[in-house]
């Protein structure tokens, strides 16, 4: 489990790390390292030349403004967990990261790589998809913004092109009426999920107006489904969910089981949304009348 | 009066080291030494014949200093390593024992069997140079799983006619003729899936030769240093005097490494030796899955016939056995099994009948349990069918079967796996169980159902009871050293691989000296230091080199007070020795005494002073010219050896109980409160033997709810990885276990302990088996099981008219 030879660059400046990038097609930009090491020492994957982005300056903020959540391509999974202002203004992200694998990982696995590694497993690329946000990426030709909906192109493949790097991604904000809930099933405590689930609910007094779901690990690319329309049919929202999804067998479930995971999950995290819908509206209410 | 040892919780001496990050493990061997890094090919393959192997692309890479294939093993240089690895433990009804070639013959039977070795100069080199290897196979129909090997359509080797490595049957009685009289009857079919040990260090082994002695020393990651020495000797072709075998600390070994030689353990010395470098090999996690050993897996049937009360009058067990690919280790596992099934319990009559089979796999060899998880989930869920078709309490027909303490010692009529009878030294199951149903609160428990279902919560309790046998011979050692410092050193030859042996040992050792703890400082698992041990498994270390070093603690004691008595001029009976120091019993401190360090300087006369304390044994000081300075019967120096060897093992036992929660729509499985009663005789250090246990029930949680082997048709293990072999974490683990001991001394040995390393692990999968079938309302059949097993066999259950075993009454 030692990894096939590599040249290994570290460049100081953005703009090194593009030229370097795009001098070679069999190379890969290193982050936080946690999918790709040990794919690296497995010899599953063998890139000419490895770009290791992490000396470059600027890339490891989170910030929060009016548009929502913006993390750097180098803030590790644990930064933005830890963020005040991310659980303020987009809590779906929060909830999300803490059950993205374990306290180590979280330390130096980076929520941007996570994004465009494009695992339908993973919890990230789901949520970036469902809050409908996006990733700005750079090359020697310039920066671009790719919404989330046209991020992924299948498992374990974005539609970066092997000589951009992804230098932060955006979360849309809480917007008002809207609730969030998320819930995954796990063989252990961090890892992949069996089938996980997050839901933004948006509510209008008493009624719902708005019901997504975005599912984990039941489809090769991060899928969401509109549940605005079967709101209140369990049997329904979840008949609707499953004709989007592909869930497969594995050595860790059925695909029966997990088809029966997004029944249970759904149900769960729309009355979860929902109801941290309720609560937020009631808690902006009292904010209104004091 | 010196504080006594023995029985308290005294506080690991290794924890610093370790805790530290200062364990000193194979891979930390020779750090800067320029030690070449070998790696080995292994097969792709389940099953195939080796056509051809072109290793030309590697002889010219740089840095690469020697590829072997099978062809290079059979020259002068090592006249025996051409043939099979050795058939450790023969048996008559092993029939067709067959072992795996230190580096694969013209046939490869598993993925992960080693075909080329490559010694390069590091790690990344070799395993460059193992991908440029080509191997030309010729496809042989892989047989996976006992159905197929069963089946036998295909064979793994082609001349074991049905997969069949070995058939044993034992009897006690005639269980057949009890069970057709019996009142009632019920046929069971019950399996438990492969899993392993997997030790958190894999296999390692460093060599290093010194061409100008012509001596070879090896470092092994191994559980018997002895076994590894003795076999790379013979397979080397050299004097056994020309071989050290040492180990260093142990990053765990659960059994897999009693397992020896691997084929790595020969082809590094020889490489050493071959080069006049030292070489090491360290296998990485994904090799262990697939060229180490597995274990586990076996399928059976009971019938069992019973009376009103539950008593079983007749139990009829069949069962399979997958070895795997080779027999290297016998066929104790399977023989565990069948006599081990029967727990703390005396049925009326028994048969056992087992075939150990053959498939292309990864062999096994014993796993912590070793065949007695197996045989506990056999005996333990029959006991559980039992008490439902009778509608009984499940502790009652348990109580109405158990061996009392009066009828000690009990013979169960049967071989055991040290080719010993079968016969239980002491124990107390009813006392056991009485704590276990406290400890639980088995009687509290229909009310917390009530209360649990009130709020839409389904759960279940279980418990399980088992016998180990511990402490098989034949023999361990020990050698004390007493110094002129005073310090005692003890050296006994089994390994260590993280049970507190330096610990433990030396509490065994203070008490029997008369010396403080911390003077005492213990050596294991160096041939140096002890040529003579067997190795560390079977829960042996504490009874066997506990009471080898208690025994040769006393003899050193005798010498100490013989010495002492003559130079205070008292009688020897008189003496005692508090804190090391010896003196007339009751005036401890009194101008009569002695320290041990000067009857240590006594004990040897010098010609020769090298410091002031031994100016006292140099010859014009001490003495009676007229006789030699050493007496005829006598030895210099302060030292005591004594071996131990026990008629039989000795069966310590225990009883667990869990109270699970099951997620009625998620089906997960959540541990609420877990319970254990435990005896294995007298405790050395309560706290090492409450480590044991709690480590025992982490393994077996794993092996319960979440690790299994998971094998394709093809025979390629799709799991060989830490992310999809599912070893608990900490979070999977019931924070709080709740433990109570009871103590019956075991009559067998000095100090009257029996082994605990492997409890805790033992009835894993029937007590889980128990707590979750009482929580769904069916029976579990089949461990490990995991939610979406569950979720499937809810289904099954509800779709299918209820299935009631056969009764007949």
Not at chain 1, 200 to 213: E, K, L, T, Y
Not at chain 2, 714 to 725: I, K
Not at chain 2, 784 to 809: D, M, N, Q, Y
């Amino acid at each position: 489990m030692k990894p096939a030879p590599f040249a290994y660059l570290r460049p100081q400046g953005l703009q090194h790390a593009l030229e370097a990038l795009a001098a070679d097609p069999g190379a890969k930009v290193l982050a936080g390292g946690q999918s790709l090491v040990p794919l690296l020492s497995m010899r599953l994957a063998a890139p000419s030349t490895l770009v290791d982005i992490n000396a470059l300056p600027g890339l490891d903020r989170v910030w929060a403004d009016d548009d929502g959540v913006h993390v750097g391509a180098l803030a590790r999974h644990a930064d933005v967990l830890a963020s005040p202002d991310v659980r303020r203004v987009q809590p779906l992200v929060s909830q999300a990261l803490s059950q993205v694998a374990h306290a180590t990982i979280r330390n130096r696995g980076t929520t941007v790589g996570s994004i465009v590694h494009a695992d339908a497993a993973a919890e990230m690329p789901m949520v970036i998809t469902l809050l409908g946000g996006s990733v700005t990426v750079a090359s020697t030709a310039g920066e671009r913004t790719i919404p989330a909906e046209e991020l992924y192109a299948g498992p374990l493949e974005s539609t970066l092109r092997h000589d951009e790097v992804a230098v932060h991604a955006t979360f849309p904000a809480l917007a008002p009426g809207e609730g969030v809930g998320f819930a995954e099933v796990a063989r252990r405590h961090g890892d992949y999920a069996l089938v996980g689930v997050g839901a933004v609910v948006r509510i209008d007094g008493d009624d719902v107006v708005s019901a997504r779901a975005g599912y984990l690990s039941v489809s090769d690319v991060p899928t969401v489904v509109d549940l605005t329309e079967t709101w209140g049919d369990h049997d329904a929202a979840a008949h609707r969910a499953l004709s989007a999804l592909d869930p497969a067998d594995d050595i860790h479930a059925t695909a029966a089981y997990r088809a029966h995971l997004v029944r249970v999950l759904t149900a769960r995290v729309l009355a979860a949304a929902y109801d941290d819908a309720r609560t937020r509206a009631s808690a902006g209410r009292d904010r209104d009348d004091g | 009066m010196t504080t006594k040892m023995f029985g308290e919780p005294v506080q690991r001496v290794e924890d610093q080291r370790f805790l530290r990050g200062q364990g000193h493990y194979a891979d930390d061997l020779l750090v800067g030494q320029q030690v070449l890094q070998a790696a080995v090919l292994r097969s792709p393959h389940a099953h195939a014949r080796i056509v051809d192997i072109d290793v030309s692309e590697v002889l010219d890479v740089e840095g690469v200093h020697l590829v072997w294939t099978y062809d290079d093993l059979t020259g002068p240089m090592a006249p025996t390593m051409g043939e099979p690895l050795p058939l450790l433990i023969p048996h008559p009804q092993l029939t067709h024992g067959r072992t795996q070639y230190a580096l694969a013959k013209d046939e490869v039977n598993y993925v992960g069997e080693a075909i080329a070795f490559v010694v390069a100069d590091d790690r990344y080199l070799a395993e460059d140079a193992v991908g440029r290897i080509r191997v030309t196979y010729d496809f042989l129909p892989p047989v996976v799983g006992i159905p197929a090997a069963r089946a036998a359509e295909h064979l793994v080797h082609d001349d074991v006619p049905g997969n069949v490595a070995a058939r044993l049957e034992q009897a006690n009685g005639d269980a057949r003729a009890a069970i057709a009289a019996a009142p009632h009857t019920l046929s069971l079919d019950l399996e438990v899936e492969r899993s392993a040990s997997t030790p958190l260090e894999g296999r390692g082994t460093v060599a290093r030769w010194d061409p100008d002695t012509a001596r070879l020393t090896v470092w092994t990651s191994t559980q018997t240093s002895t076994g590894v020495r003795a076999a790379v000797a013979a397979k080397l072709g050299m004097d056994l005097g020309q071989v050290e075998v040492v180990t260093p600390d142990v990053g765990g070994g659960f059994g897999v490494k009693i397992n020896h030689p691997w084929p790595e353990e020969l082809l590094v010395p020889l490489a050493a030796r071959t080069l006049r470098r030292p070489v090491k090999f360290i296998e990485d996690r994904r090799e262990h899955f697939v060229s180490a050993a597995h274990e586990r897996g076996q399928v059976h049937h009971v019938e069992v016939g019973y009376d009103d009360d539950g008593r079983v009058l007749g139990l009829d067990v069949q069962f399979w056995h997958d070895n795997g690919a080779y027999t290297p280790y016998g066929i104790v596992l399977p023989i565990i099994t069948s006599t081990q099934l029967l727990g703390p319990y005396k049925p009326g009559a028994y048969r056992v009948v087992f075939e150990s089979l053959y498939t292309n796999t990864v062999m096994c060899t014993p796993y912590r349990g070793a065949g007695r998880p197996q045989g506990c989930f056999v005996m333990e869920r029959t006991m559980d069918a039992i008490a439902a078709a009778l509608g009984k309490d499940r502790l009652e027909v348990r109580s109405a079967n158990f061996i009392q303490p009066d009828e000690f010692p009990y013979d169960h009529g049967l071989i055991f796996q040290d080719g010993r009878q079968l016969e239980y030294d002491s124990g107390d199951y009813p006392a056991s169980l009485a704590k276990l149903r406290e400890l639980i609160g088995w009687d509290e428990f229909p009310a917390f159902r009530e209360e649990m279902a009130r709020e839409g919560r389904r759960v279940g309790i279980g418990l399980a009871c088992y016998v180990e046998g511990t402490g098989v011979g034949p023999y361990e050692g020990a050698h004390v050293h007493i110094e002129t410092s005073g310090k005692v050193k003890i050296a006994t030859g089994l390994t260590t691989q993280g049970q507190g042996h330096a610990t433990a040992f030396a509490q065994i050792a203070a008490d029997a000296l008369g010396v403080p703890f911390e003077s005492v400082e213990v050596v294991t698992g160096d041939t140096r230091r002890m040529p003579y041990a067997v190795g560390t498994f079977a829960s042996r270390a504490a009874v066997m080199s506990g009471s080898a070093i208690h025994l040769a603690a006393l003899r050193a004691r005798e010498k100490v007070l013989r010495i002492a008595a003559e130079a205070l001029e008292a009688a020897e009976d008189d003496l005692e020795i508090v804190d090391g120091v010896i003196s007339v019993k009751g005036t401890p401190g009194g101008t009569a005494s002695i320290d041990l360090g000067t009857v240590a300087v006594l004990s040897n006369p010098l010609r020769y002073a090298f410091d002031e304390a031994s100016k006292a044994a140099t010859q014009f000081t001490v003495g009676d010219p007229g006789k030699p300075p050493v007496a005829e019967d006598d030895e210099p120096g302060l030292e005591g050896k004594d071996f131990y060897s026990p008629d039989r093992s000795t069966f310590a036992n225990g009883m667990h109980a869990v109270i699970v929660e099951t997620d009625p729509d998620t089906a997960e499985i959540t541990i609420l409160k877990y319970a254990v009663v435990h005896d294995c005789g007298r405790l050395i250090n309560p706290m090492i033997v409450e480590g044991q246990i709690l480590g025992g029930i982490a393994q077996g949680v794993g092996g319960a709810l979440y690790e299994r082997m998971a094998y394709d048709e093809s025979g390629q293990l799709v799991n060989a990885s830490f992310m999809d072999f599912l070893m608990p974490y900490v979070t999977e683990i019931p924070a709080h276990i709740d433990i109570d001991h009871l103590e019956t001394p075991s009559p067998l040995n000095p100090l009257g302990i029996k082994g605990a390393g492997e409890a805790g692990v033992i009835p894993s999968a029937a007590v889980f088996a128990s707590a979750i079938s009482d929580a769904e309302g069916f029976a579990i059949t089949a461990m490990p099981i995991s939610p979406s097993e569950l979720f499937g066999l809810r289904r099954t259950h509800a779709s299918a008219e209820p299935v009631e075993t056969k009764e007949r009454s």
